[in-house]
């Protein structure tokens, strides 16, 4: 194997370390990476990739090692490390509004129109708040942020507006949000396991169940629900982030090394985001399945009581101005 090859082994493992003349030079700073995926996700590509643009931007002395699976913990031990000091980087969402409550803004049923409506917000005044909060009350820095799939209805019939649904037995994850919501559209949510989904469906104890394309794939859906009504319920967003105590060790040269890295970490992410969303889609039609075009913002409007009651004081006034834009 080849220098260049062997190289190109260690970076895709998250390992890689500066060689030269066939000696390895250890770096100055070694990141410690964390996350659940595994390393087909987009999410740990984009992790990679952020680790190979940091050693070229710093030529070497700062290395990234990338632990997928939870190989390092799950997401609230490596949160709880990163406070301690043990951890560098993880990838995290709303999970972190355990400490900063404007994280729930992450993933609020019917908040954002589109995926732009998301970037805009993630991008813009509302997302510098959340970040300011997190890096307050959690003591980690948000350096990037990943999209994830939107939630859909998957069911043997078209539920083009929430009319439609009149009882529907569906599940939902044990989220006393998506619970209000879902009864608040007329739906009949019964809170169920993961794993007891698709015996479910295939029984007929429920009709339906919702979930990113991705989700639905992987699953094998498609085998016991013939249609997937783009509700697209739930956008929401995800965010690397680094420990506060290591931001604060990095000289202002390399935190803008970093801060550059991340974007071009985003902006890969994005590209493989799409492409996975489309090869979804595109697999799940051809088994059979069919796409409903739904009446949105009829949904949305039926949600939005059900919505405002279950977020907190302090996020009400930003919902309501998301649902408002």
Not at 181 to 186: T, Y
Not at 252 to 276: G, K, P
Not at 279 to 284: F, K, Q, S, T
Not at 295 to 300: E, K, M
Request: hydrophobic share 45%; charged share 20%; glycine share 6%.
């Amino acid at each position: 194997m080849t220098l260049k090859q062997t190289l190109g082994s260690l970076l895709a493992a998250g390992i890689a370390s500066t060689m030269l003349s066939g000696t390895a030079i250890a770096a100055d700073m070694t990141l410690k990476l964390g996350h659940l995926a595994n390393e087909q996700n987009p999410w740990h590509l984009a992790a990679v990739k952020f680790g190979e643009e940091l050693a070229a931007l710093t030529d070497g002395r700062i290395e990234v090692q990338v632990f997928p699976n939870e190989s390092l913990g799950k997401e609230i031990d490596l949160i709880n490390g990163m406070q301690l000091g043990t951890v560098d980087m993880t990838i995290s969402g709303e999970s972190l509004q355990n400490w900063a409550p404007m994280a729930a803004l992450l993933a609020v049923p019917y908040a954002y129109k589109s995926l732009e409506h998301m970037d805009a917000t993630a991008g813009g005044e509302i997302g510098d708040q959340i970040k300011a909060q997190i890096i307050e009350k959690v003591q980690v820095r948000p350096i990037a942020y990943f999209a994830r799939g939107p939630r859909n209805l998957t069911s043997n019939e078209p539920y083009v507006t929430p009319d439609d649904l009149n009882g529907l037995k569906m599940r939902v994850p044990n989220v006393p949000l998506f619970v209000d919501v879902w009864k608040s559209l007329g739906a009949q949510p019964t809170p169920m396991a993961f794993s007891e989904v698709f015996t479910s469906l295939q029984n007929g104890t429920i009709g339906a169940q919702e979930n990113p394309l991705a989700l639905i794939r992987s699953a094998n859906f498609n085998e016991v629900q013939s249609h997937v009504n783009m509700t697209e319920h739930v956008r929401s967003w995800i965010y690397m982030v680094l420990a506060e105590s290591t931001w604060q060790k990095l000289s202002a040269e390399d935190q803008a090394a970093v801060m550059q890295a991340a974007a071009t970490a985003q902006a890969y992410e994005r590209v493989l985001f799409e492409e996975s969303l489309a090869a979804d889609r595109a697999y799940l039609e051809e088994k059979g399945m069919t796409f409903v075009e739904v009446d949105g913002a009829a949904y949305a409007a039926k949600a939005k009581d059900a919505v405002l009651a279950n977020v907190s004081d302090e996020i009400k006034p930003i919902v309501e101005q998301l649902f408002a834009e």
